[in-house]
């Protein structure tokens, strides 16, 4: 796939790896971060520290993507629109992402979308630009598996950088929760929170983890898990797929 546009971004294969975090375990690791890692742009300009992400996940009336999470497919896709408002106007920032995952590896495409095509993908199904490789794959994916959109997920999130410029990122996702919806900026929400007092760290990196990470991440016991935000959205608000008797 061709990206000439810099409102077209690919990001290559990378490793994410996830942690679930009690209050006490964010503020030491976030203190102890803070010789090696600096806010980044969002996070130093957003109220309190912390910016808003919105993303609308899409998903069939059989709950594929959903299921082939839960069984561990390699090579599954994700379809989501995101946002960083509650509200949408001319200027709200809106991205349509699909995210290729194998194992731990995930590789994500992102393009930038107006108001006005966002709004005509969710009337139509149909983008209303034709000239972008990332929404022909989009739309094909869309049509293909039958999607449409199914769980509104958002939290707030602290990024941060590393000091040196490794390649590295580093953010802390509060409040997470989620709510049944067929768009990004719903009328009403009866928001569900997935994890109560507990704050999500996701490490994103494209080669192995540095030292001084791997040696806090240790010191401090955290233990990876598997921990999809669409997942957890999914079982919160459909707690029938789960446990359907």
């Given at each position: 796939?061709?990206?000439?546009?810099?409102?077209?971004?690919?990001?290559?294969?990378?490793?994410?790896?996830?942690?679930?975090?009690?209050?006490?375990?964010?503020?030491?690791?976030r203190?102890?971060?803070?010789?090696?890692?600096?806010?980044?742009?969002?996070?130093?300009?957003?109220?309190q520290?912390?910016?808003?992400?919105?993303?609308?996940?899409?998903?069939?009336?059989?709950?594929?993507a959903?299921?082939?999470?839960?069984?561990?497919?390699?090579g599954?896709?994700?379809?989501r629109i995101?946002?960083?408002?509650?509200?949408?106007?001319?200027?709200?920032?809106?991205?349509a992402?699909?995210?290729n995952?194998?194992?731990?590896?995930?590789?994500?495409?992102s393009?930038?979308?107006?108001?006005?095509?966002?709004?005509?993908?969710?009337?139509?199904?149909?983008?209303?630009?034709s000239?972008?490789?990332?929404?022909?794959?989009?739309?094909?994916?869309?049509?293909?598996?039958?999607?449409k959109?199914?769980?509104l997920?958002?939290?707030?999130?602290?990024?941060?950088?590393?000091?040196?410029?490794?390649?590295?990122r580093?953010?802390?996702?509060?409040?997470?929760?989620?709510?049944?919806?067929?768009?990004?900026?719903?009328?009403?929400?009866?928001?569900?929170?997935?994890?109560?007092?507990?704050?999500?760290?996701?490490?994103?990196?494209?080669?192995?983890?540095?030292?001084?990470?791997?040696?806090?991440i240790?010191?401090?016991?955290?233990?990876?898990?598997?921990?999809?935000?669409?997942?957890?959205?999914?079982?919160?608000?459909?707690?029938?797929?789960?446990?359907?008797?």
């Open positions: 796939m061709l990206i000439n546009n810099p409102k077209q971004q690919i990001i290559p294969w990378r490793f994410e790896y996830k942690y679930q975090l009690s209050s006490l375990q964010y503020y030491h690791l203190n102890a971060f803070r010789i090696h890692l600096e806010p980044d742009h969002f996070t130093r300009t957003a109220p520290n912390r910016y808003l992400v919105r993303s609308l996940y899409f998903d069939n009336d059989r709950f594929e959903y299921y082939e999470k839960i069984e561990g497919n390699f599954r896709i994700k379809c995101r946002t960083y408002s509650e509200t949408m106007d001319n200027g709200t920032v809106l991205k992402e699909l995210k995952r194998w194992g731990e590896s995930i590789e994500k495409y393009t930038a979308i107006s108001a006005l095509d966002y709004n005509h993908f969710m009337e139509t199904g149909h983008w209303a630009s000239d972008n490789p990332i929404l022909e794959e989009y739309e094909r994916i869309y049509h293909l598996r039958s999607l959109p199914v769980v997920v958002q939290y707030h999130r602290e990024g941060y950088r590393p000091r040196n410029r490794e390649d590295l580093i953010t802390f996702d509060h409040d997470v929760k989620s709510c049944l919806a067929d768009s990004l900026f719903p009328a009403a929400t009866m928001f569900k929170r997935h994890l109560f007092h507990t704050i999500i760290l996701e490490i994103k990196c494209r080669r192995n983890q540095p030292l001084w990470l791997s040696r806090l240790r010191l401090h016991g955290l233990k990876y898990i598997a921990n999809s935000k669409y997942t957890q959205g999914v079982e919160a608000v459909r707690p029938d797929l789960i446990s359907p008797y």
